[in-house]
């Protein structure tokens, strides 16, 4: 039973790593907020791949556990002595801790952003840890200047999508690449200058042809295994690789030694780690969302499942089946 400071509430649990059949619906209890934390009733939340790779077991965490790392939602408590936050303040969040698969959550109020109520909420729900990611990406491991030419994998995904809209808008030359033709037509509303369906043709001789064979100033890489390799090929003397996914799969391991001929350089951020001060999170975000409201970035939400049905949401994600941001919304 519900102890007198709990309520119970729905949430997506998982017991044992493994399929989309280990997401879990139950009743879940969830306390007041203690010192420093708020809790949030969820009204949307981003599914990205990182949900897939907790759930598998490929990242570690303790479990059972709740996953998810992005949300919009309603503060319903403040824990005692809290400035700053209220009850029935509208509010995003993005990161550590995992837990926002719930209808409601505790989370520390340092990760809890503050949102602009003109921008639809599953819009916000689904653009800040892919819109952080795309930051991190195209303006802090590596600077995109007007001039360059990127290549960008998966160019139609979540992260892809922003990366593409957002290089383009920085003055780059962008190729990019997705697994069909209806995805192609979405990589080009993007702004993809070129786009690629590397199920069928060759990504490295595309872009070879592209450069007249100089190579891309940077690769952002988030395929990782089935890649890699031809990504490498893809660079220009003195180019970037920006590894910072692996939807196919880990990438297998390289010598240093193959960084030589083209002085290449190699880097594998994860948004977490540039995120960590309250000032780079607000930064970050607050880019993130100027961006979104002047309509250089347009998040496009292509799928809606119910929170309740959060396998089907991993399921179609995995299978290569969804473009753009992914959001699940609570019943209640
Ligand atoms: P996406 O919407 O991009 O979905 C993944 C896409 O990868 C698929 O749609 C598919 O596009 C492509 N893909 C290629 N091969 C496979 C495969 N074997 N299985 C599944 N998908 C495949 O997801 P997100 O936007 O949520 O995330 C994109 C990537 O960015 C992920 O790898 C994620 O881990 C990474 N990421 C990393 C962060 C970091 O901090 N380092 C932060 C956020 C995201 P197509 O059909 O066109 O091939």
């Known amino acids: 039973a519900a102890m007198a400071d709990t309520k119970v509430v729905k949430a997506v649990r998982i017991h044992e790593t493994g399929g989309p059949e280990v997401l879990k619906w139950e009743d879940v209890e969830v306390g007041e907020p ?40 309603v503060v319903t408590a403040v ?12 509010v995003a969040y993005c990161g550590n801790p995992l837990g926002s698969y719930s ?10 952003l503050p949102v602009p109520p003109s921008i639809d ?56 690449t997705v697994s069909n033709e209806e995805k192609a037509a979405q990589a ?18 595309v872009v070879n042809n592209v450069t007249s064979r100089k190579g891309v100033n940077v690769v952002y890489d988030s395929v990782g295994k089935d890649t890699f390799q031809g990504s490498l ?16 799969g880990r990438p297998d391991p390289i010598p240093i030694t193959d960084l030589v001929p083209k002085s290449l350089f190699l880097c594998r951020p994860s948004l977490m780690h540039y995120i ?11 880019e993130v969302l100027s961006l979104v409201s002047s309509g250089v ?27 753009g941001s992914i959001v699940l919304i609570p019943d209640s």
């Open 121 to 176: 909420f599953k819009v916000v729900a689904s653009v800040m840890l892919k819109g952080m990611t795309a930051h991190v990406l195209l303006r802090r491991c590596f600077k995109v200047e007007p001039g360059h030419t990127i290549l960008v994998h998966a160019a139609a995904g979540g992260v892809g999508s922003l990366l593409c809209q957002w290089a383009n808008a920085l003055g780059a030359t962008v190729i990019g």
């Open 233 to 248: 090929q893809c660079l220009a003397l003195r180019g970037y690789m920006v590894s910072f996914g692996q939807s196919s």
């Open 188 to 205: 080009e509303k993007n702004g993809c200058h070129h786009v690629v369906i590397y199920t069928k043709e060759d990504f490295v001789d």
């Open 103 to 112: 209808e409601e959550q505790i989370l520390p109020a340092r990760v809890v």
């Open 297 to 323: 970035l347009k998040v496009r939400v292509n799928h809606v499942y119910p929170l309740s049905e959060a396998a089907r949401a991993h399921a179609d994600l995995e299978a290569r089946k969804t473009s």
């Open 34 to 73: 203690k010192e420093g934390e708020v809790r949030v009733k969820n009204k949307a939340i981003g599914v990205n791949f990182i949900d897939v790779y907790f759930r598998t077991g490929l990242y570690k965490t303790d479990l059972p556990f709740i996953p998810g790392m992005e949300a919009v939602g």
């Open 276 to 286: 960590e001060s309250r000032d780079e999170l607000l930064e970050s975000a607050g």
């Open 79 to 90: 824990g005692p002595g809290l400035t700053g936050r209220k009850v029935g303040d509208v």
